[in-house]
């Protein structure tokens, strides 16, 4: 579990985030079911891969800082 507070967001995510192993990577949303059940793209969590591995990039359309 991580627990992230509003002072630790960042700026505003854009379409790609600097990763650790120097290259960009495409940022993805994460899914929710609407009032109708149909699954959407939500940014309530937001998403980037590098290899095999995940990470957590933003929460709401802001980076974690």
């Known amino acids: 579990m991580k627990a992230v507070g509003y002072d630790e967001l960042g700026s505003k995510l854009g379409k790609t985030i600097l990763c650790k ?5 495409l940022i993805q949303n994460g899914k929710e079911k609407d009032n109708d059940g149909n699954m959407v793209e939500s940014t309530l969590l937001q998403f980037y891969k590098c290899g095999d591995k995940t990470y957590l990039a933003g ?3 802001k980076e974690i800082s």
């Open 59 to 61: 929460i709401g359309g």
């Open 21 to 25: 192993c120097g290259k960009e990577h």
